[in-house]
């Protein structure tokens, strides 16, 4: 079975500064990897993700992640932070042979300082 | 392009009564699923499906029903109602091609259950 694990509920920083949230996941087959975000009162939208090739893929609004494999770890990352990203992000992992079955992390809300 | 349209916005209902949260998508999308969101859980898989007259269930279906008869239409129902079920439920679609995964969101509807 698939399970995803954000090692942080929260994360503040202030603008202009990097950021990094964490995302670990369980699964006993090969998968595809997803960051969405949400802002306030919204849904979800679709940030990155990763199917296969190069392990690091880009985003929008500037943001990357990196597939390591051997760490089965996920992060996303983006080099200065605006006001505007304060938002709460879901990494999500995808079962390709299971009718893309895709199980969501419980989030973590990156709030941003000026 | 409408997207993923979900209704309604807001439902306030009753222990034991049943309703139908409605998701409709215009993309010719195979994958549909639905979610519910309760705080610090992230989003938690309720049903979801591969196209018309394939359902499969996800993390918490009991007390849920689902149906695809058609390509466009993916309605859950809810049986007979529970505070338990209280939240914010999500219906999100993916086209099959691997080019193109990735969840189109609804904008949720707000379920209270009192």
């Known amino acids: 079975a698939q399970s995803v694990t954000q090692l942080d509920s929260q994360v503040p920083v202030f603008e202009e500064a990097p950021v990094e949230l964490r995302c670990n996941y369980s699964?006993?087959?090969?998968?595809?990897l997803f960051w969405y975000v949400q802002y306030p009162n919204q849904g979800l939208q679709l940030l990155l993700k990763?199917?296969?090739?190069?392990?690091l893929v880009k985003g929008i609004n500037g943001f990357e992640a990196e597939f390591n494999k051997s760490q089965t770890s996920f992060h996303l990352r983006k080099p200065s932070v605006h006001i505007s990203d304060t938002a709460e992000y879901f990494c999500?992992?995808?079962?390709?042979?299971?009718?893309?079955?895709?199980?969501f992390g419980a989030g973590t809300r990156l709030f941003v300082k000026a | 392009n409408a997207g993923v349209t979900q209704t309604p916005k807001f439902q306030v209902l009753k222990t034991g009564q049943s309703m139908t949260l409605q998701c409709a998508q215009d993309?010719?999308?195979?994958?549909m699923s639905w979610y519910r969101q309760d705080p610090g859980m992230g989003l938690r898989l309720i049903h979801y499906?591969?196209?018309?007259?394939?359902?499969d269930q996800g993390e918490v279906p009991n007390g849920y029903n689902v149906s695809r008869s058609t390509t466009e239409d993916f309605p859950l129902r809810l049986l007979s109602a529970a505070p338990s079920q209280t939240s914010v439920y999500f219906c999100?679609?993916?086209?099959?091609?691997?080019?193109?995964?990735?969840?189109?969101f609804g904008s949720g509807t707000r379920l209270t259950v009192v």
């Open positions: 999100a679609s993916s086209s099959a091609d691997s080019l193109n995964y990735g969840y189109t």
């Open positions: 699964s006993s087959v090969s998968v595809y």
């Open positions: 990763y199917l296969s090739g190069s392990t």
């Open positions: 999500a992992v995808s079962d390709p042979t299971g009718g893309f079955k895709t199980i």
């Open positions: 993309m010719n999308h195979e994958y």
């Open positions: 499906s591969v196209g018309a007259g394939i359902t």
